[in-house]
């Protein structure tokens, strides 16, 4: 993370535009509105990303860097050759409607609708906090545990939407209390519906097992769900915490290399 200055910290958020909806594109400039009004030290700088060939010029220009795609791959999950296609077996990107944070000239984390919208939220509501905060999850990041995320997804058991790092911002009114912004390593949304809040940990233990129960119950009142599901993904376990995972109603996968079984 760069560090603060008298001169104050290098700031710009990119909007590349338009974005492919109409109410993506008005949603986005909404915030970015607000964003600009509130936040002077953050600079709002809009970038015209239409065309194949340019799309696939400006990722070169700010996205080709090895070292970005690790950065980006970190703090949202997917690297930006991955995040930025269209589908699955495409490999043409597109970054129409993509917003991402640089500091330094450095990108600092990227995003599409729908995901981007909450950051963008905490963004123009705690400005330099919300920031730290994505820089503290980040660095609490383990690379084995974005594995275990990426071996997952191409299981028989993500069947449905996998959305990553998954935002809850701070509130203190109504049935959702969240004192501090937190992340949720994963949320996988099935075809009709249901959520399980996933946490990927290397060992099951207890630390796994109590971020997975929190992270449900909160993730439940944020989206004022009636139900949804803890799971964990790990790659050891010891019977006693596996047992008790069962008696609570959590959902566990084992990983080993490539494969995933669920055990629980």
């Keep these: 993370m760069a560090s603060d200055t008298k001169k104050g910290r290098d700031l710009k958020l990119y909007f590349f535009y338009p ?141 449905g939407n996998l959305e990553r790092s998954v935002w809850l911002p701070t509130s203190t009114k109504g049935s959702f209390i969240n004192e501090t912004s937190k992340w949720i390593d994963a949320v996988l949304t099935s075809l009709n519906g249901h959520h399980i809040v996933i946490e990927a940990e290397v060992e099951l233990n207890y630390t796994s097992i109590g971020q997975a129960l929190c992270y449900e119950k909160w993730f439940r009142a944020f989206k004022n769900i009636k139900s949804s599901k803890p799971a964990i993904l790990c790659r050891n376990f010891k019977q006693e915490y596996l047992n008790v995972c069962k008696e609570l109603g959590i959902t566990v996968f084992t990983i080993s290399d490539t494969k995933v079984e669920k055990i629980s």
């Excluded at 077996?89 to 991402?100: E, F, K, P, Q, S």
């Excluded at 509501?125 to 660095?139: M, V, W």
């Design 19 to 159: 974005a492919f909806s109409s109410s993506d594109q008005d949603r986005i400039e909404k915030i970015l509105r607000k964003i600009g009004k509130t936040k002077r030290n953050i600079r709002i700088v809009r970038v015209l990303a239409e065309g194949r060939q340019v799309q696939e010029d400006l990722y070169d220009e700010h996205f080709g860097n090895p070292k970005t795609s690790q950065l980006v791959r970190r703090r949202v999950g997917r690297p930006p050759r991955q995040l930025f296609k269209l589908s699955k077996t495409g490999n043409a990107i597109y970054l129409r409607g993509v917003v991402a944070l640089f500091e330094g000239g450095i990108v600092q984390w990227a995003n599409k609708p729908p995901e981007s919208y909450q950051f963008l939220r905490d963004l123009a509501s705690r400005g330099l906090k919300a920031i730290n905060d994505l820089y503290t999850f980040s660095e609490s990041i383990e690379s084995e545990e974005v594995d275990l995320l990426d071996i997952f997804e191409d299981s028989i058991y993500c069947k």
